[in-house]
């Protein structure tokens, strides 16, 4: 069983960066792709952007290219994603997710993905 817990939301005006930290505990996910997605009021959760479980590959969904960048530090088990020119379309609650399977390619597919964290909330003012 893997536990995930982001940090780093706030509350930010147009323009602001955050950056957000997820941290998993359980076990390693180094073997595993994770993701970061993320969900608005009244909107279905969406993709964000998701790295390989070697890090060496990105997948950033249109809305964030150039803007937002995954990362991860495998040794200490946590994924972050930089969130640079925000705006208030950004703002939703934020989730990390790790990938059922190990070593596989990075999926935007929410099915892809079997453990989530309790989220946390990025609102860009305006």
């Known amino acids: 069983q893997v536990q995930l817990v982001e940090s780093g939301g706030g509350l930010v005006q147009v323009g602001a960066s955050l950056r957000l930290s997820c941290s998993a505990s359980g076990r390693t996910v180094s073997n595993y792709g994770m993701g970061w997605f993320r969900q608005a009021p009244g909107k279905e959760r969406e993709f964000v952007a998701g790295?390989?479980?070697?890090?060496?590959?990105?997948l950033i969904a249109d809305s964030a290219k150039g803007r937002f960048t995954i990362s991860r530090d495998n040794d200490k088990n946590t994924v972050y994603l930089q969130t640079d020119s925000l705006k208030p379309e950004d703002t939703a609650v934020y989730y990390c997710a790790v990938d059922k399977k190990p070593y596989r390619i990075v999926s935007s597919t929410t099915s892809t993905y079997a453990y989530w964290g309790q989220g946390t909330q990025v609102t860009v003012s305006s």
């Open positions: 790295i390989s479980w070697s890090g060496s590959s990105t």
